[in-house]
């Protein structure tokens, strides 16, 4: 197998880390380059090499990734966070190097929860109602208020006392209350659903802390949501779908994320390897492996990635840094 060079970005976050483990597990002829807005990070010790980046919004962000592609000859990006996913591909035209992400048009969408509400209902597709607190007229029942940009749990308050007191920056939403279920789905080169795996979840500090693996509402959601979403002109990849199941069965579609997920690292280790899809088709030009899914039941846990003897985190940024795990 020929070797190739990957691009990971994010690689402080949960999402980068797991797409990085990820890789190293299929253990691949893969050089792996990571990026980050900080240059001492958790995820440089499962990197060959690292760079500290801007945010993606900064008007020199694209300049230093197409500096690092030159200079590292990079094969493939997978970007990992949401604003990375949209301004990635928004200049993918002027990037010498394949970038997994939806097409910019999408991945702008989906971006901005708001947004996604406004576009899965002029299509008919199923979606949490939403409005923002300029046009809210009152709601009989719970509400939440939530950053229309945001990401996790930040930012979000339940039952305000004056919802309308916030900016146009934010969208209110019923508060439907249930299980709360994170789907991925990965879409193939042929437009075609390869592949869904759900999880019901437990958060903790907005993302995924506890999770067991479920498929009673899998059939539902294809037909009521996911093959209309493929219809669409530009999706591919990986996605993550975020809904509540409520008591009646009812689905309740609140958010969609154009890129991999957090909990990539559990679904890899239960048959559904959506980082390994995408090297195969992207970086390889081969068929996605066959999704073999299995049941099972996982907890987040902290651990530590200790560098003994350092006294500075200035050569802290690759795999071949001293360290131990523990």
């Known amino acids: 197998m020929e070797e190739k060079t990957v691009l990971v970005t994010g690689i402080g976050g949960n ?48 300049d230093f990734v197409k500096k690092i592609v030159e200079e590292e000859h990079v094969d493939l990006i997978i970007p990992t966070t949401d604003f990375e996913v949209y301004y990635l591909s928004l ?10 992400a939806c097409d910019a048009s999408i991945t702008n969408v989906y971006l901005d929860k708001y947004l996604s509400y406004k576009h899965h209902t002029s299509l008919n597709i199923p ?29 979000i308050t ?24 994170t789907t991925a789905i990965y879409i193939d080169k042929n437009k075609s659903l390869h592949g869904i795996f759900s999880m019901e979840r437990q958060l ?28 669409q002109e530009g999706i591919r990849g990986s996605l993550n779908l975020q809904y509540i199941v409520d008591n009646n069965q009812n689905i309740h579609l609140f958010e969609v994320n154009c890129r991999i997920s957090g909990t990539n690292s559990i679904r890899h280790n239960l048959g559904f390897q959506d980082v390994k899809y995408i090297l195969q088709e992207y970086l390889y030009q081969e068929k996605p492996s066959k999704v073999t899914k299995k049941e099972g039941v996982a907890i987040r846990l902290l651990y530590d990635v ?21």
């Open 15 to 62: 999402v980068g880390q797991g797409v990085l483990r990820n890789i190293r597990d299929i253990n691949w002829p893969i050089h792996i380059i990571g990026t980050n807005v900080e240059a001492f990070s958790a995820g440089n010790h499962l990197c060959d090499k690292t760079f500290m980046v801007p945010y993606a919004y900064d008007n020199d962000y694209i």
């Open 91 to 100: 200049n993918a035209n002027s990037i010498n190097a394949t970038i997994v």
């Open 127 to 155: 979606f949490v109602q939403s409005w923002l607190p300029s046009e809210f007229e009152g709601f009989e029942g719970d509400i939440i208020v939530k950053p229309r940009k945001g990401r996790g749990s930040r930012g």
């Open 158 to 181: 339940i039952n305000p006392e004056d919802p309308k007191s916030y900016s146009d920056d934010y969208m209110i939403q019923p508060l439907h209350k249930g299980k709360e279920i």
């Open 306 to 326: 200790i560098y003994p003897d350092a006294s500075t985190t200035s050569d802290l940024n690759n795999k071949s840094s001293n360290f131990k795990i523990y």
């Open 204 to 231: 903790q500090n907005g993302a995924t802390n506890k999770c067991k693996t479920v498929n009673t509402f899998d059939n539902k959601l294809k037909e009521d949501i996911i093959f209309k979403m493929i219809d």
